[in-house]
């Protein structure tokens, strides 16, 4: 069984470097390629980004990278639309507006959320918010969102209950939240970068740096499964359940570092979710510190979980609307 394992790893590795070499355009979460597609700066080869996008994606996040697959939907849901641009013969300027439409219904597929995908689409891509854009958002948004509801029966991925109001006198504890993730996704972005010059920089075949990480995620998955993966699971249960401070801290650091290796090997899989619950790990760390520290209500808890998941995911991607949504 464990050479089995092994050759399996060796294999999954060998087969993401091919891809990575037969489209280059295809690695990491995809959206810089939109963007560079929008703006004219590269030209995707939406046929084989699809192939390589969805095989890619499907091996990297199943052997337990922490990586998500919004990201690629956005770049999966923009090739499409260039796709059918190109097979209908629609004008560039057309073929903008369906790209634009296709990436946020590429969002709002994966994380059945219609209005996160067109608020992104057009803060994050389109950086404007004209009426076509945002029509053209919108529609395609309901529509990915009616189809992976009603066809193939999805549900948003964060389950998250009623959460308890803020007293208007405790807001200077949300001022010290927003304050520490600011820091923490800055922190994360240089950390990010700095990783991805080491990684890029050793010297060995690619496919023996992706088996190196892809053992590290074995040995995780023996010992803290919980930071494998997208993580939205994690999230629930931070919600759900009471963790002690310790498991928290262990968490937030495996997270942390297993986010940044596993985006520094530029494989197909993208870093929103991760980052999400990074900013969960983060606010219920914080909000267990407030409770203990200052006697505020525990059923507030649930409450800094999420608002960090808000305040991280703007501190590291620069979007605050959509963060916020």
């Not at 080869?45 to 890619?56: E, Q």
């Not at 919004?70 to 641009?85: D, H, I, N, R």
């Not at 296709?102 to 389109?126: H, I, Q, Y």
Request: proline fraction near 4%.
């Amino acid at each position: 069984n464990v050479i089995f394992w092994i050759l399996l790893l060796i294999g999954v590795a060998y087969v993401l470097d091919s891809l990575g070499k037969w489209e280059s355009l295809a690695g990491g979460s995809g959206i810089p390629q939109v963007k560079g597609e929008l703006t004219g700066l590269i030209k995707m080869n939406w046929a084989r980004i699809l192939v390589a996008k969805v095989t890619g994606g499907v091996l990297a996040i199943g052997v337990g990278l922490s990586l998500g697959r919004e990201g690629p939907s956005v770049q999966l849901g923009a090739a499409t639309a260039k796709g059918f641009s190109k097979l209908l013969g629609r004008t560039k300027i057309e073929e903008k507006y369906l790209i634009i439409g296709g990436a946020s219904a590429g969002l709002s597929a994966a994380f059945n959320a219609p209005l996160a995908g067109t608020v992104f689409a057009v803060e994050e891509l389109a950086k404007n918010f004209s009426p076509a854009v945002l029509i053209s958002a919108m529609s395609a948004s309901l529509a990915a969102d009616f189809v992976s509801k009603r066809v193939f029966g999805l549900s948003p991925i964060f389950n998250v209950p009623h959460l308890v109001f803020l007293p208007l006198n405790q807001y200077g504890y949300l001022i010290c939240l927003g304050v520490i993730a600011g820091i923490f996704g800055a922190l994360f972005n240089s950390t990010l970068l700095r990783t991805l010059d080491i990684y890029g920089k050793i010297r060995l075949p690619r496919f023996i740096k992706l088996t190196v990480v892809f053992f590290l995620a074995t040995i995780l998955g023996f010992n803290l499964p919980q930071i494998l993966g997208g993580g939205n699971a994690l999230v629930d249960s931070l919600v759900y359940e009471s963790y002690g401070i310790w498991l928290l801290l262990l968490l937030w650091f495996g997270k942390f570092i297993f986010t940044v290796l596993s985006f520094s090997t530029r494989v197909p899989g993208g870093i929103f979710l991760p980052l999400l619950v990074f900013g969960a790990l983060t606010g219920n760390i914080c909000g267990w510190l407030f409770i203990n520290l200052f006697s505020i209500n525990p059923d507030l808890l649930p409450s800094f979980t999420v608002f960090a998941m808000a305040a991280l995911f703007t501190a590291i991607v620069k979007a605050p609307v959509t963060g916020c949504i």
